[in-house]
């Protein structure tokens, strides 16, 4: 009898966490490169699938715009390739932020755009999620804003949808999840936090990608538009 799957698909800056994520939501160690320095650890579009409480959990991660080898053309052509040829659909997607450095750049909204065009059915966004990695504490005190996070961040985010072709009447709820992912393991809130975006995609139907459009290597890559950045929060510890 073939277990049931799901899927989820992440996109993010480089260094932002998403390899890291993926082992944690896999619960298995080692099934991602990860690395110790802003280096691009992740190069292509690729998946990983490991059995968890008899349900097969996939993990699509993908590679970060920015990318530090300068190719993000030949990754999002890759991408779109690797989604038109996958079977099972996806049942949920994740922006993959920093709290730490919680930018919303270009990059971030440029992959948005990417996503949205791709897609032909922008309800999509309704299954889609913010996974706040960093999310560091001690004790029970929290060295991150949560609050600002789930409503000037998540705002930010919903309001920049609503401006793409499709989406203007949407309301997705992009619920936010907080993360410590090496710790995943050994860290009770992070432990809820990984069941709870479990929860989510596992409630949702999977949406089929074979229908995505394939583009040109350098699509959006003549954008001269600027668009400005979103600081969430800054903290001055010390003197001086």
């Known amino acids: 009898m073939t277990k049931p799957m799901v899927t989820v698909m992440v996109i993010g800056e480089t260094g932002c966490g998403k390899s890291e994520a993926g082992c944690a939501f896999l619960r298995k160690k080692g099934v991602f490169t990860i690395g110790s320095t802003p280096e691009s650890e992740t190069y292509e579009t690729t998946s990983f699938t490991n059995e968890v409480d008899h349900i097969n959990r996939t993990y699509i991660d993908t590679q970060g715009l920015e990318s530090t080898d300068g190719r993000d053309a030949f990754y999002i052509q890759q991408m779109i390739e690797f989604l038109k040829n996958w079977q099972h659909g996806v049942n949920a997607f994740y922006l993959v ?11 971030i909204q440029t992959m ?22 960093r999310c560091y504490r001690i004790g029970n005190e ?3 804003d949560e609050n600002m996070a ?4 998540r705002q930010k985010v919903v309001d920049f949808i609503k401006t793409l072709q499709g989406c ?61 950045n979103v600081l969430v929060d800054t903290k001055y510890e010390g003197t001086g």
Not at 112 to 132: A, H, M, R
Not at 184 to 208: C, L
Request: proline share 8%; hydrophobic share 30%.
């Open 142 to 144: 929290k060295l991150f």
């Open 112 to 133: 948005i755009e990417i996503i949205n065009d791709f897609f032909n059915d922008p309800t999509f966004w309704n299954q889609t999620g913010i996974i706040f990695t």
């Open 168 to 228: 203007e009447n949407l309301q997705p709820k992009m619920p936010c999840f907080f993360v410590n992912s090496p710790n995943y393991d050994s860290d009770d809130e992070t432990k809820k936090e990984f069941q709870r975006i479990f929860e989510f995609a596992h409630g949702k139907h999977p949406v089929p990608t074979q229908n995505m459009k394939v583009t040109s290597p350098d699509y959006k890559e003549k954008k001269e538009e600027l668009l400005n």
């Open 97 to 107: 932020l920093n709290i730490q450095n919680p930018r919303f750049s270009k990059s």
């Open 150 to 153: 789930k409503t000037q961040y």
